[in-house]
């Protein structure tokens, strides 16, 4: 089976985000969360993109960019707790990642698997059982993507977030190993 993994995990230095460097993350997602938009997808609303929002995240340690020859080319959010969608999971027992977004120049290159790789790898190393994300729920080819990386869907989610209403699919991928599938979803 072919890899997903285009760009190499080596190939990209994925560092915490500074505070100057919020903006930059915050442009990545709004490029990404723009384009989606013009293709008639919102997945993020603009409102929730901004360095306001993002200074908080940064300052903990849990924004971080994903540079490729010292271009900044992903961003994502990489937590060790996740009350609002997963509040039921002991501390210490898995790493959560959110707002995982790509320059649309090196869409489809791999940057997006290597940072879910790269994420897992943390969690591994810290002795993590999982890594787990949500992503809407309503977006069969976002939730293909997340399941041949190797995540299962355990549930789904119904709240509302900054005023925006959500439904999102939960998943899960095991630290033991990463594997590439081409399984039905489970939920």
Same mark, same amino acid.
């Given at each position: 089976?072919?890899?997903?993994?285009?760009?190499?995990?080596?190939?990209?230095?994925?560092?915490?985000?500074?505070?100057?460097?919020?903006? #930059?993350?915050?442009?990545?997602?709004?490029?990404?969360?723009?384009?989606?938009?013009?293709?008639?997808?919102?997945? &993020?609303? @603009?409102?929730?993109?901004? %360095?306001?929002?993002?200074? %908080?995240?940064? /300052?903990?340690?849990?924004?971080? @960019?994903?540079?490729?020859?010292?271009?900044? #080319?992903?961003?994502?959010?990489? /937590?060790?707790?996740?009350?609002?969608? &997963? %509040? /039921?999971?002991?501390?210490?027992?898995?790493?959560? @990642?959110?707002?995982?977004?790509?320059?649309?120049?090196?869409?489809?290159?791999? #940057?997006?698997?290597?940072? #879910?790789? &790269?994420?897992?790898? /943390?969690?591994?190393?810290?002795?993590?059982?999982?890594?787990? @994300?949500?992503?809407?729920?309503?977006?069969?080819?976002?939730?293909?993507?997340?399941?041949?990386?190797?995540?299962?869907?355990?549930?789904?989610?119904?709240?509302?977030?900054?005023?925006? %209403?959500?439904?999102?699919?939960?998943?899960?991928?095991?630290?033991?190993?990463?594997?590439?599938?081409?399984?039905?979803?489970?939920?």
């Amino acid at each position: 089976m072919p890899s997903l993994l285009k760009i190499e995990i080596a190939d990209l230095e994925i560092k915490p985000a500074s505070l100057e460097e919020v903006e #930059v993350a915050c442009d990545i997602l709004q490029e990404a969360a723009r384009w989606l938009m013009a293709r008639g997808e919102t997945l &993020w609303h @603009l409102d929730e993109l901004t %360095p306001e929002h993002f200074r %908080p995240v940064a /300052q903990q340690g849990e924004l971080f @960019l994903a540079y490729l020859h010292s271009q900044a #080319v992903g961003t994502c959010t990489y /937590q060790l707790s996740d009350l609002l969608f &997963w %509040p /039921q999971i002991p501390a210490g027992t898995s790493a959560f @990642l959110h707002k995982v977004a790509v320059r649309r120049k090196v869409a489809g290159q791999g #940057v997006a698997a290597t940072m #879910v790789a &790269w994420a897992k790898e /943390q969690a591994k190393a810290a002795g993590l059982s999982y890594l787990r @994300l949500d992503t809407d729920f309503n977006r069969p080819r976002l939730r293909s993507f997340y399941e041949r990386l190797g995540f299962t869907c355990v549930g789904e989610k119904h709240l509302t977030r900054l005023g925006y %209403p959500l439904h999102v699919a939960l998943y899960e991928l095991s630290c033991a190993r990463i594997r590439f599938r081409d399984e039905s979803r489970l939920c």
